[in-house]
């Protein structure tokens, strides 16, 4: 069993060997190259500061345009905010002209009050309905749009102004329902004739026969 332990010894001291040589070799090298070393940790601790250094310049420099951003926020804050452009003063509608536009609009509530006399697809029905819903509003508020200055100034080289040329139009569009409600009544003047006329017809057509 001894000639065992003679090769587990001889490997112990060849380890040993080793070992005793690596950090006689380690102990070398740090021995020789110490300077070396220690310049090597001198750069890093400067470069190390120096960056440090750096980045809290860079900081500040960062810094400084959002606190300036932020007083420049606040002076816009405290100044007062500029004040939209004033429109022009619209024109107001004339007593005279107030007047008119009611007359219209009550023709127009009779008229539509007797559609169901009017013939299918009547072009005069159309022309009241559009009247109330398009032509009278459109005309009102094209001379409602106006400067108020311009009202009384004329519009065109016959010396018109806008508010002649507002009566125009509105008296285009009274004169227009005055039409079609004659015309309606006229209709109905033409339906109590015919009436008539059959009622004749049926009663003398009787008359005749009991003669007879």
Do not use: C
Not at 98 to 117: S, T, W
Not at 121 to 134: H, I, K, P
Not at 164 to 173: P, S, V
Not at 193 to 202: P, Q
Request: charged share 25%; glycine share 4%.
């Amino acid at each position: 069993m001894w000639l065992l332990f003679v090769p587990i010894l001889v490997l112990a001291v060849v380890a040993f060997m080793l070992v005793a040589t690596l950090f006689a070799g380690v102990f070398w090298v740090v021995g020789a190259g110490w300077p070396w070393l220690l310049i090597g940790l001198g750069a890093w601790l400067f470069w190390h500061e120096d960056g440090r250094h750096y980045r809290r310049r860079g900081w500040r420099h960062r810094a400084q345009p959002v606190a300036q951003s932020q007083s420049q926020a606040r002076k816009k804050a405290d100044e007062p905010a500029p004040q939209p452009p004033r429109p022009l003063r619209q024109t107001e509608l004339p007593i005279d002209v107030q007047v008119k536009v009611e007359q219209i609009r009550r023709k127009v509530d009779v008229l539509l009050g007797y559609a169901d006399r009017f013939p299918p697809f009547s072009q005069d029905l159309y022309l009241v309905r559009e009247t109330a819903s398009d032509y009278l509003p459109r005309t009102i508020n094209a001379f409602m749009a106006l400067p108020k200055d311009t009202a009384d100034k004329p519009l065109s080289a016959d010396g018109k102004t806008a508010h002649q040329e507002l009566k125009a139009q509105l008296d285009l569009l009274d004169s227009k329902l005055d039409d079609i409600a004659q015309d309606l009544q006229r209709q109905d003047a033409d339906r109590l004739l015919a009436n008539r006329r059959f009622l004749e017809s049926r009663f003398g057509l009787r008359n005749k026969a009991d003669v007879a």
